[in-house]
């Protein structure tokens, strides 16, 4: 589930800096989380703190994919703006997945009415992303980052995700 940011390009691997950059709260990992509409996790990538979330986006949806039970595509993805970018637009579409991403104020100024309405209402069901990285940082390891690797830093949030998982009540049916 870990892809490093920099360095070596195996899953799984040590990146060089260790998903730590420096942003403007300071010394940082910035965690990309795909969840689904109920709000469990499905699938993260780590970076550092300073990183735009348009690169990590395709690695970040073929890690979802991967851990879905059902390989399918969602039928719609909400996103923040961080993720606004023509070339996600594209890749999205590509795959019939309707796109909830708000754009930035100084983008597509004169042109915004080629990439359609923007859905307030879906929008406002991201806020499900939002409350699973608050329960994910609920465990005082991953609030803090005690670990100094990513690998290690990575299996904590693995491991809170699977606490989350085991939470869920169990269905009588089978």
């Not at 942003?23 to 300073?50: D, Q, R, W, Y």
């Not at 970040?60 to 994919?65: E, G, I, K, S, T």
Request: charged letters at 30%; glycine letters at 10%; proline letters at 5%.
């Amino acid at each position: 589930m870990l892809r490093p940011a920099g360095g070596k390009s195996r899953i799984g691997a040590e990146p060089n800096d260790h998903a730590l950059g420096l942003s403007h709260g300071g010394i940082g990992t910035k965690l990309h989380l795909a969840t689904e509409g109920h709000g469990l996790p499905i699938g993260f990538v780590l970076t550092v703190g300073n990183r735009n979330e348009c690169p990590t986006f395709e690695p970040l949806m073929q890690v979802a994919r991967r851990c879905r039970s059902r390989c399918r595509w969602p039928e719609r993805l909400a996103a923040d703006k961080g993720y606004s970018a023509d070339k996600l637009r594209r890749w999205l579409r590509r795959r019939r997945i309707g796109v909830v991403i708000p754009m930035r104020d100084n983008e597509h100024v004169n042109d915004r009415d080629r990439f359609g309405v923007f859905d307030k209402d879906a929008y406002r069901e991201r806020n499900v992303v939002e409350r699973c990285v608050g329960r994910l940082k609920e465990c005082r390891r991953i609030c803090t980052r005690f670990e100094k690797l990513a690998v290690n830093f990575g299996a904590m949030i693995t491991i809170a995700m699977i606490a989350m998982y085991l939470k869920l009540p169990l269905s009588d049916r089978a």
